[in-house]
Structures are given as C-alpha cells and as structure tokens.
C-alpha cells in the first residue's frame, strides 16, 4: 500500500517525519533511482526506497489484537501481587504486547492489545475522544439516576463529557444501561454511577471506537484485520 515517503521513513525508524521532509528536500531519498519529491508516495513492497544510497528496511511488522477479557484478571503485563494478568491469556499470540488502556479487575469485555506505541498514544490520549461503550448493569432508581449520568458530572474536581445513556432493559428496581464516554479516567463509570446512586454489578466493554466485541467468547482473543486497524488510526 502506497505512503508518504516521510511517513514510511517513520515506520522503519530512519527518522522523525519532520526530520524525514528534509532528508527528501535535501536530495538524500531516492525511490527507484530517482530523487524524490516532498509529497511523493510508495510502496515499499514494490519500490525501492534509499536514503543517502541504501535501502530502506521493510517496516517492522507491528500486531493488533482483541480479547474479551473476563474478570478477575488485571490489565497489566505483570502483577506485584501475584494476580492473573491478561498477558496470560494472549501469550500465544507469539509477541509481546501490552494493553491499550485498562478494564479494572472486576470489569469484563473488549480490551486491545498491541505492541504499537504510536496507535497506543493516540488511542489513549484525551484530545482524541475515542469513544467507549459499556453495557452496565445496575441497582438502584434507574429513572432518578439516568439525567444526573448525562450530566454535568464531575471528577477530581475535573468536568467530564456528557455521556451518552440509554435504558437497554429493566430489572426490577435496577436495569442495564448503554453508557458512552470519551474519557478513560479510573474507574470511571463505576464512580459515574455511584453519584448517580447506583450501584453497579456487573460492567462489560462492548465497544471502542468503529471496534465491536461481538461474539468473541470471555478469555478469547482474535487479531484485528487490516480494515480494523485503518479504523483505529
């Protein structure tokens, strides 16, 4: 697939894309013989790409996964406790990868896992906003709760986004609830809920940006499809 040179240099680690532009202005990259222009595009299956004469080596190949995490097991890659961790349950994947964000110990559902740094820090960097859904199920007066869950609400003294709430059914005097937040502060739709009055027992991810759990089964992991990963970028 066809690039900005700037961005390919990037990936196979030559340099910065900035840094990248003045290689190609300065007449040091050349694509199939011949000097390249700013702006210019390849691929790097197809052309040959050389900075000050040698070829650029293939871009490291990076991997994206999913997994329905159950509870019970941390996000993390290790735990000074001695807890499972969600390492565990990909560690056939064959590479190591760390999560993307976190779902606490006793959260359930779609959690991503890669050992992309780039796609990492733009996933969990405020000014992105990628949303996130949670089916919630909860105890508590639903119908008082609902308005005070779409805000305003604060957290450690900091206004969050108006999430986005719908009632998916009714139990008794709690139901599940559909909420969708930009955020990713700890813990923080359990803390939502509990100015709401509620009480939450049981939280499962369903959703993070364009990317559905699905019918992935609590403890599987799959790897994300090309079309999956231009979704999250």
Not at 35 to 49: F, N, S, V
Not at 173 to 194: F, K, P
């Amino acid at each position: 697939m066809e690039e900005r040179l700037q961005k390919l240099l990037s990936a196979a680690g030559v340099a910065s894309r900035r840094t990248a532009e003045g290689y190609i202005t300065a007449g040091r990259v050349t694509v199939n013989g011949i000097p390249a222009q700013l702006g210019e595009r390849a691929d790097p299956t197809r052309d040959i790409i050389c900075v000050d004469g040698r070829p650029l080596s293939a871009p490291e190949q990076k991997t994206y996964l999913m997994l329905n995490k159950p509870r019970g097991y941390v996000s993390t890659l290790s735990d000074e406790r001695g807890r499972p961790t969600v390492s565990k349950l990909v560690e056939r994947c064959g590479v190591r990868v760390w999560p993307v964000g976190r779902l606490d110990i006793d959260s359930e559902g779609l959690l991503l896992l890669t050992d992309d740094g780039e796609l990492t820090q733009r996933l969990i960097h405020p000014s992105h906003e990628v949303e996130k859904e949670y089916h919630v199920w909860v105890r508590g007066n639903v119908q008082q709760g609902i308005p005070i869950l779409k805000g305003p609400l604060s957290l450690d003294g900091r206004a969050l986004h108006p999430a986005h709430v719908v009632r998916l059914d009714w139990q008794g005097e709690g139901g599940r609830l559909s909420i969708t937040i930009h955020e990713g502060r700890n813990r923080q739709v359990r803390r939502m809920c509990a100015l709401a009055g509620l009480t939450v027992t049981r939280l499962q991810r369903v959703r993070e940006g364009e990317l559905c759990l699905g019918d992935l089964r609590p403890g599987h992991w799959r790897r994300l499809t090309e079309q999956e990963v231009a979704l999250l970028r």
